[in-house]
């Protein structure tokens, strides 16, 4: 398939990031370099890495020619890939988090319940193991956990317990037979008016398939090692669990004293070195929505490193 993926908050990143002639911006989320040619258009150049080969080609394929240096591998890796480029810090740095159009679009990507494909669910499909493998693992009681915490499903137990009662009994082939089984196991007058039955599970699924929130942990934790001073970085979120790992993540980086209020004087040293620049998250204008209706749940956060 053809890897045509709108891009959301394009104009909105690129200025929350500061970029311009002069600045090195870190793209890490590279999808269809919708952002990395939005953050060239300033005049900035840019480090695009992504895990899904197939964006990366797309993205070199759609900027040839231009100031952008590409890289495949995951964001959590962001320093190790850096210096591999021998690329120092960076004065921006932008993660676009979540599944992209084209993922979620074909289904030999085992992304989607409404079509047929394999369990599968990996964004990068050269590494780690996919959904198939990981339910061999994954017992009952492991599976409720994902489906509660990863993607906050109110019937967690009833469906684990299908999932994992059909694939040890080889009765799981593929996405559509997992649409289906959820559906089946949510009772007929609790699924949800606006999204497919099986919406919350599978985005569980793929979170843990791909340890998201982990990699967004650790891109966190490497800011510091990152950016430069003066530098910015910007994540978009699209649901909850990230946006609060995002909002909390850049809350830390801008703390500074963490002395008991009570002690007359700060025994701790500690200087905040990071400001926040969005109180509140930045959201999609009516227009984009309109164009473009998964923006509506985009969120995007930035923080600024103190010089």
Not at 11 to 22: K, T
Not at 142 to 157: K, P, Q, V
Not at 267 to 278: D, E, F, N, P
């Amino acid at each position: 398939m053809e890897f045509a993926h709108r891009t959301v908050l394009r104009r909105e990143a690129a200025r929350w990031l500061a970029a311009g002639p002069g600045k090195v911006i870190l793209d890490g989320t590279l999808g269809g370099g919708g952002h990395a040619e939005a953050l060239l258009e300033t005049g900035a150049r840019v480090v695009g890495i992504d895990q899904d080969p197939a964006a990366v080609q797309a993205a070199r394929e759609r900027l040839k020619g231009r100031d952008i240096v590409f890289a495949h591998g995951n964001f959590r890796d962001a320093r190790a890939l850096l210096d591999a480029l021998g690329v120092g810090e960076v004065d921006g740095a932008l993660v676009d988090l979540g599944v992209s159009s084209p993922q979620l679009d074909d289904p030999a990507r085992g992304f989607s319940f409404r079509a047929e494909g394999p369990l599968d669910m990996r964004m990068d499909p050269t590494r780690g193991r996919p959904l198939r493998e990981r339910l061999d693992e994954w017992d009952e009681k492991a599976l409720a956990r994902i489906l509660d915490s990863l993607g906050e499903e109110r019937f967690a137990r009833p469906i684990a317990r299908a999932i994992h009662r059909a694939h040890k009994e080889h009765k799981l082939a593929n996405t559509r037979e997992l649409a289906d089984l959820v559906a089946s196991a949510v009772p007929r007058k609790a699924w949800p008016r606006e999204i497919h039955p099986a919406t919350r599970t599978f985005q569980a699924l793929r979170i843990a398939v791909n340890d998201e929130l982990g990699a967004l942990a650790d891109w966190l934790a490497q800011l510091p090692r990152i950016v430069a001073r003066g530098g910015r970085a910007a994540a978009i979120s699209f649901h909850s669990l990230e946006d609060r790992l995002v909002k909390q993540g850049f809350a830390r980086l801008a703390t500074g004293c963490v002395c008991p209020p009570q002690l007359p004087v700060c025994a701790c040293g500690r200087t905040a070195s990071w400001k926040v620049l969005t109180r509140k998250s930045v959201q999609a204008g009516d227009e984009e929505v309109r164009e473009n209706p998964r923006a509506r749940s985009a969120r995007l956060r930035a923080v600024e490193r103190l010089s």
